[in-house]
């Protein structure tokens, strides 16, 4: 179970990061709102820890955010703010559940495994289908029309980020951080090259066209209109 943990407090964040990871979950920590919304948007992520008080993007921001966007990931304040008009707003806006510091860390635990068994999007995904492409996440193939495409790795983490996000505009900035872990332009065309030989496999061979480019914005993959 992969957990998104959003706390600007260095060591709160030690303490329940590593008390998760000894449980046997992965998790992901951000410091910042903005950064927490971007990740739940473009990652696969079951369940979504949020402190209220978040530099860039306050946490309930976040979770409006996320919820405007049609997300149900399961979401839980973890904040100081302990008053009944703040837990009140915090669960109108989209959590699932409050909890106040100082907590338990059992608690929390109880409260995530609770979380953790209903049904929706803490399912993991194990395949993604975008009209007549499909992409299994456990086999890593590919296969359009029942005819298999080979993808090399980095064609299939880009083809995931696409089918991830599909009817979605996907930047070239994202692609670099996501597919190839860079926070910055290294000023090659490595992500339009990438582009080209996914629609050479994905596209080409097949009348309807997937993967559209937006002009100045990125890459969209959607089901013929």
Request: aromatic share 6%.
């Amino acid at each position: 179970m992969k957990i998104l943990l959003a706390e600007d407090d260095v060591v709160n964040a030690e303490y329940i990061r590593k008390g998760l990871i000894e449980k046997g979950f992965v998790v992901d920590w951000v410091t910042d709102g903005r950064e927490a919304l971007t990740y739940c948007l473009y990652n696969r992520c079951d369940l979504f820890i949020a402190d209220r008080m978040l530099p860039g993007m306050d946490g309930l921001s976040v979770v409006k955010a996320l919820r405007a966007s049609g997300s149900q990931l399961p979401v839980i304040f973890l904040t100081a703010m302990s008053d009944v008009d703040d837990k009140v707003e915090g669960l109108l806006a989209g959590g699932d559940d409050y909890m106040v510091k100082p907590f338990h860390f059992s608690e929390l635990l109880a409260r995530i495994t609770v979380l953790s068994r209903r049904p929706g999007e803490s399912t993991e995904k194990t395949e993604l289908v975008v009209h007549d492409l499909k992409l299994d996440l456990l086999t890593r193939m590919a296969e359009r029309q029942g005819q298999h495409i080979e993808l090399k790795n980095k064609e299939f983490a880009l083809l995931e980020l696409l089918m991830e996000n599909a009817n979605r505009v996907v930047s070239k900035t994202i692609i670099l951080e996501k597919v190839w872990d860079l926070n910055f332009d290294p000023g090659t065309t490595a992500v339009e090259t990438h582009i080209s030989k996914l629609r050479q496999k994905v596209d080409k061979p097949f009348a309807e066209q997937l993967i559209h480019t937006v002009r100045n914005m990125g890459y969209s993959l959607r089901a013929p209109r």
